[in-house]
């Protein structure tokens, strides 16, 4: 099955690079739902954040916090909203691992997080979610 974004990583597709290392590529989201909305990738193939492995998830991190710290120190941005969309129900369209990197200022008011309130106690949601290993 092909995925865009390994052939982004094979140089097939085009895209607008922010950064590359060995294990890693950065580049503009095509959405632009935000200025410099940027997503960081793993060149090897992974489906989602649960499906990576940790030394993938660990590279990738990296990346984003040395693009995250290059917004803020020296591109004029005062925060960065970091975001993964795991599985197609949180929004995920794209099947390779991504993380989402969105440069903040302050009073922007570009990501506005629409979560309507859950009314269940929280000792009801802590006993359905407690980790039992
Ligand atoms: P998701 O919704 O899976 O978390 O995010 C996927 C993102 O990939 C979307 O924000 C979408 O705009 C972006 N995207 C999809 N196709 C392409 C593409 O071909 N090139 C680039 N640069 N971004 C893409
Ligand atoms: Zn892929």
């Not at 660990?58 to 916090?65: L, P, Q, S, V, W």
């Not at 909203?81 to 995920?92: C, P």
Request: with cysteine; hydrophobic share 35%.
């Amino acid at each position: 099955m092909s995925c865009i974004f390994c052939e982004i990583v094979k140089g097939k597709i085009p895209c607008y690079k922010i950064y590359e290392d060995e294990h890693t590529l950065a580049f503009l989201d095509i959405g632009q739902e935000g200025f410099g909305h940027t997503l960081v990738i793993p060149k090897s193939h992974s489906e989602s954040f649960i499906n990576s492995n940790l030394e993938e998830l660990t590279y990738c991190i990296k990346t984003a916090e040395k693009i995250s710290k290059h917004y803020i120190q020296n591109c004029g941005f005062s925060g960065v909203n970091i975001l993964i969309n795991n599985g197609e129900s949180a929004g995920q369209s794209v099947m390779h691992f991504h993380i989402h990197i969105i440069p903040r200022k302050n009073g922007d008011n570009i990501l506005n997080w629409k979560i309507p309130k859950d009314e269940t106690s929280l000792e009801e949601v802590r006993k359905m979610l407690e980790v039992k290993e």
